[in-house]
């Protein structure tokens, strides 16, 4: 099972979290986070800009603006844990550190997952994602 974490803050009332959450989703402000981890806390990924401004997924920004896209893993339980950055679909840097960032990306569309060792059911173990970004766009 996957479920959405929105990248936002959550208010205390109850008109300003639904405002928050559609904003969110409208805006590709979140991450899918599957049911093998509890939850993705702790996870970001944002263009931290030349100006040290952040811009969260769902966001486009200039090539010319941005000094890296940093990636923040979640807090699992678990040192299987692997970050991979995709380029337009193709994965073009890993790491398994908590930290990672790629500096002076190229315009293109990014997104990130976070993939864990797990078991297999007889033998042997696997990686798979656990968690989905959604997209941050470099434009020219």
């Known amino acids: ?3 959405i974490e929105l990248n936002a803050p959550w208010p205390e009332d109850a008109k300003g979290r639904k405002f928050s959450a559609i ?6 402000s979140f991450h899918c986070t599957s049911s093998i981890i509890e939850h993705g806390g702790g996870f970001a990924f944002v263009a931290k800009l030349k ?3 952040l811009r969260p997924t769902g966001q486009s920004v200039a090539k010319d ?8 893993a979640p807090h699992l339980d678990t ?6 950055l995709y380029r337009n679909g193709k994965s ?3 790491s398994n550190k908590k930290t990672f960032q790629y500096l002076n990306p190229s315009p293109g569309t990014y997104r990130v997952e976070i993939h864990v060792t797990i078991p297999q059911l007889l033998r042997g173990k696997e990686s798979v994602p656990v968690i989905y970004s959604n997209k941050i766009r470099i434009t020219d």
């Open 51 to 53: 100006n040290q401004e």
């Open 79 to 84: 040192d299987s844990l692997s970050m991979v």
């Open 23 to 28: 904003h969110s989703i409208a805006t590709g």
């Open 92 to 94: 073009i840097a890993q």
């Open 65 to 72: 603006e941005v000094e890296a896209l940093t990636i923040e």
């Open 1 to 3: 099972l996957w479920s």
